[in-house]
């Protein structure tokens, strides 16, 4: 009898739950959101995503329109998949979708409240953002770093000649990596992390590695709000770690310049690298630029271009196979 009942009860929930479930999709489709596919209980559309989300989406655009509505998991997801519904909401509504899902994995040593890449509009957000607007990306930087990015390209030359002389083979990732870690370092610090053929700063190579993986992957905690507190892939346990290293890293190179700045200039020339420029805002009397904040834009301003390059390899990869 006691069987039963728990039988009865626990398909009186199943039943309850799936009718609210329909319901709320019939309602959503009477809503003013855009048209999309049927969500499955708990995991929503993420089968429809599959390994190939671009691919994926490309399929679904086709069926639904070039604005469609997709539930991954417990996150209700907008998805515009072309030139002129992209302009309609960059241009028109841009403060209204300007804020990011900020994933799991950085909610680590502060980096979401912190970092440029993950912080809601606001005044920190446009500080940070006119700061690299005024000393990273004005045409008169670019220009000025155009000699760095030329020798960069010469000495990945130089490389290659070496190895085709000597018949090596050459992992073009590998030297890709390299060379594009190197003119970001370069660039912020005025040091190389890597040397080809070398296993010279494999500490700070290993780390980006390892948070571009972590960033790469489908992090459940993301879509399933209740396994943030679990963790169960370890994903954030891992971005925890590799943070920690990287921001050793630079505090022992942000000391080190702190030190070579009270050398006199004729034995310790001033580096024209970003990191003056942070230190120079930071050590101002009226200075609101933290610490803290130069460590994680630090951060943001390594990272992010190796990923996209990282990601471009991964997808150059998978289409070859």
Not at 30 to 55: D, E
Not at 100 to 117: C, E, G, Q
Not at 122 to 148: A, Y
Not at 172 to 187: D, R, Y
């Amino acid at each position: 009898m006691d069987f039963f009942r728990i039988l009865v009860i626990l398909s009186t929930i199943i039943c309850l739950w799936t009718f609210l479930h329909f319901f709320g999709y019939y309602k959503r489709s009477s809503s003013k959101l855009p048209p999309g596919p049927f969500p499955l209980p708990i995991i929503g559309n993420l089968l429809l995503i599959g390994r190939n989300p671009h691919r994926s989406l490309v399929k679904l655009s086709k069926i639904y329109g070039p604005l469609m509505y997709l539930k991954l998991g417990t996150v209700q997801t907008i998805v515009a998949s072309s030139p002129e519904m992209a302009k309609e909401i960059l241009q028109r509504h841009d403060h209204i979708c300007s804020n990011r899902m900020v994933p799991d994995t950085t909610h680590v040593a502060n980096h979401h409240t912190s970092a440029l890449s993950w912080l809601p509009v606001g005044n920190k957000w446009r500080k940070l953002r006119k700061i690299c607007k005024e000393h990273m990306f004005t045409v008169h930087k670019l220009q000025s770093s155009e000699g760095l990015r030329q020798k960069k390209l010469h000495q990945l030359r130089d490389y290659l000649h070496e190895c085709c002389s000597n018949r090596r083979v050459v992992d073009i990732g590998e030297v890709a990596f390299v060379t594009s870690l190197n003119l970001i370092s370069t660039t912020l610090f005025s040091i190389d992390f890597a040397h080809f053929d070398s296993d010279s700063a494999q500490e700070m190579k290993g780390t980006i590695n390892g948070l571009m993986k972590i960033f790469g992957t489908l992090n459940l905690a993301d879509y399933f709000l209740i396994l943030k507190w679990v963790d169960p892939q370890g994903l954030k346990r891992e971005s925890k770690a590799y943070f920690g290293k990287m921001l050793a890293i630079f505090d022992q190179i942000i000391r080190e310049r702190l030190r070579s700045r009270g050398v006199s200039s004729s034995d310790s020339p001033r580096k024209n690298d970003l990191l003056q420029v942070l230190l120079d805002l930071n050590q101002e009397c009226d200075s609101d630029l933290s610490r803290d904040e130069i460590r994680h834009l630090l951060v943001v301003s390594i990272v992010s271009p190796i990923h996209l390059q990282y990601n471009f390899n991964i997808h150059c990869t998978k289409q070859e196979e």
